[in-house]
C-alpha cells in the first residue's frame, strides 16, 4: 500500500505564503511523476502543477504559473507546494497524487486526503 499524506494547509491573508507538503509512505515507492490539484467549493478538481520524480521538471497551470513552485526531496520521497501571492480565488482543498507509471495527472493512481488551503481577502 502506498499512503500519500498533506500537510501544511489552514488561513492565510490575501498576499501571503504558504507550503504544502505530502509525503509518500507505505511499500518502497519510486514515482514518476507528483502533482498537486485543488478542488474549490461547487468546482470540478483542477491540476495546479506536477513535477517529474527523477530530473525534477516542473510544470504549473496558468493559474498559478509564477506564484507557486513544486518542488521534491527525493529521499524523504516528499514533494512541496510552495504558493506565494495568494489570493482568495486559490481557496480550496488541495490533493497531492502520485503515480510510478506514466501517465497523465488525472489518472494518477494514489491521492492523498487534502488539506484546506483559505484566503482571506
Known amino acids: 500500500q502506498v499512503q500519500l499524506v498533506e500537510s501544511g494547509g489552514g488561513l492565510v491573508q490575501a498576499g501571503g505564503s504558504q507550503r504544502l507538503s505530502c509525503a509518500v509512505s507505505g511499500r518502497t515507492f519510486r514515482p514518476y511523476a507528483m502533482g498537486w490539484f485543488r478542488q474549490a467549493p461547487g468546482k470540478e478538481r483542477e491540476f495546479v502543477g506536477g513535477?517529474?520524480?527523477?530530473?525534477?521538471?516542473?510544470y504549473y497551470a496558468n493559474s498559478v504559473k509564477g506564484r507557486f513552485t513544486i518542488s521534491r526531496d527525493k529521499a524523504k520521497i516528499t514533494v512541496y507546494l510552495q504558493m506565494n501571492s495568494l489570493e482568495p480565488e486559490d481557496t480550496a482543498v488541495y490533493y497531492c497524487a502520485a503515480d510510478e507509471r506514466v501517465v497523465r495527472p488525472r489518472e494518477y493512481a494514489y491521492w492523498g486526503q487534502g488539506t484546506q488551503v483559505t484566503v482571506s481577502s
Open positions: 513535477i517529474i520524480w527523477s530530473g525534477g521538471t516542473t
